[in-house]
């Protein structure tokens, strides 16, 4: 299993410019989401999805946009790039959450992550 | 209102101590779960031990456990006989239940722990 994998790992952009953060798994999980990352903020949650063809806004969803296709793909749009997008991405996956309270079904397991700048 | 605060920015720690990383949350939900999770300077995310709030005992993985003190709304991370390998971030995070958990992690701000020879 190759578990979460994100490309690219590290991308420039200029102020204006659109890119696609594309997040992947082969663990067969409902759930994935997108975070960014901040220095003193610690993760903060941009969107989310429970499954194929639902996604929602989490925290700070402004400047993103989020589809999700099939159940292993889950691509972060960037419609306008700011300099304030400029952050470390990760983007996460679960098995469906719900109330088992079971590390199995909770535990949110990350991929690399993505370092963006933004010009 | 914080609702993960951790209120240790850095610890130095002696190679072989034992650390006890500090975590309190606030939550109205009586369905939840806490995590901590460790990030080396390589960046990555690294899963470390789950709490649900239902759980009777204190979790065990390893050399990492957490001391759940449900009352007080604590879920510290005890790591015991501390390697120069568990220098890292750590952060603490929880996942509130209702409504199916899908609102994801809300984690804090972290502590820097540096473990020195």
């Known amino acids: 299993n190759a578990g979460v994998t994100q490309t690219p790992k590290f991308q420039v952009l200029k102020t204006g410019q659109s890119m696609t953060l594309q997040c992947a798994q082969d663990m067969n999980h409902e759930y994935m989401s997108w975070y960014r990352q901040d220095p003193g903020m610690g993760l903060r949650l941009i969107h989310y999805s429970v499954g194929a063809g639902i996604t929602d806004q989490g925290e700070v969803p402004n400047g993103y946009n989020v589809s999700r296709s099939t159940t292993e793909d889950f691509p972060l749009r960037l419609l306008s790039a700011a300099p304030s997008q400029t952050s470390v991405y990760f983007c996460a996956s679960s098995y469906d959450p719900g109330t088992s309270g079971s590390s199995v079904q909770e535990t949110q397991y990350f991929g690399p992550g993505t370092r963006l700048l933004v010009l | 209102a914080q609702k993960i605060t951790q209120t240790q920015p850095g610890m130095f720690v002696q190679e072989k101590e034992a650390v006890t990383l500090d975590c309190t949350y606030d939550t109205s939900d009586p369905s939840y779960g806490l995590f901590w999770y460790k990030q080396p300077s390589s960046g990555e995310m690294i899963f470390l031990i789950y709490q649900g709030s239902y759980d009777q005992q204190n979790a065990t993985e390893g050399r990492y456990s957490l001391n759940f003190q449900k009352a007080r709304k604590s879920a510290n991370l005890v790591i015991s006989a501390s390697q120069l390998g568990d220098s890292a971030m750590y952060f603490c995070?929880?996942?509130?239940?209702?409504?199916?958990?899908?609102?994801?992690?809300?984690f804090g701000k972290g502590t820097h722990l540096i473990i020195q020879p």
């Open positions: 995070a929880m996942r509130e239940l209702r409504g199916g958990g899908a609102d994801g992690l809300t």
